[in-house]
C-alpha cells in the first residue's frame, strides 16, 4: 500500500494506493491519526485502491468517527469493484461516498 497525504489549513487528502488488508490497516490507521490535528474536512482519495478487507473497513469507520467530532470524512474516486464491498457491508450508508 502506498499512501499520499496532501493539506491546506483544515483540509486533508489522503490518496490510497494498492490494497488495505490486515496487514496494510494498522499503517493506514496510524498515518490518519498522525495527521487529522487540526483537520476539519478529510478526504480519501480511493482511485488507486484495488481491495479492502474487514481490516481495512474498521479503520475506515474508526476515523469516520473520529473525524465526526471535529469536522467531516468523505471517500472519492470509489471503483466499482470497492463500492459493491461498501454496499454489501452496509457502509456505504454508514460513509460519506462521492
Do not use: H, W
Not at 41 to 64: K, N, P
Not at 66 to 77: P, R
Not at 84 to 96: A, D, R, W
Request: charged share 20%.
Amino acid at each position: 500500500m502506498e499512501l499520499n497525504f496532501e493539506s491546506n489549513n483544515t483540509a486533508a487528502v489522503i490518496g490510497i494506493t494498492g490494497r488495505l488488508d490486515t496487514v496494510t490497516a494498522p499503517e493506514l490507521e496510524d498515518y490518519i491519526n498522525a495527521r487529522i490535528i487540526g483537520i476539519e474536512t478529510l478526504t480519501l482519495d480511493c482511485a488507486g485502491l484495488e481491495y479492502i478487507s474487514s481490516a481495512g473497513l474498521r479503520v475506515l469507520l474508526r476515523a469516520q468517527k473520529k473525524m465526526a467530532a471535529c469536522g467531516k470524512m468523505k471517500l472519492i474516486n470509489v471503483s466499482p469493484i470497492i463500492m459493491e464491498i461498501f454496499e454489501i457491508t452496509g457502509f456505504s450508508e454508514i460513509l460519506t461516498i462521492e
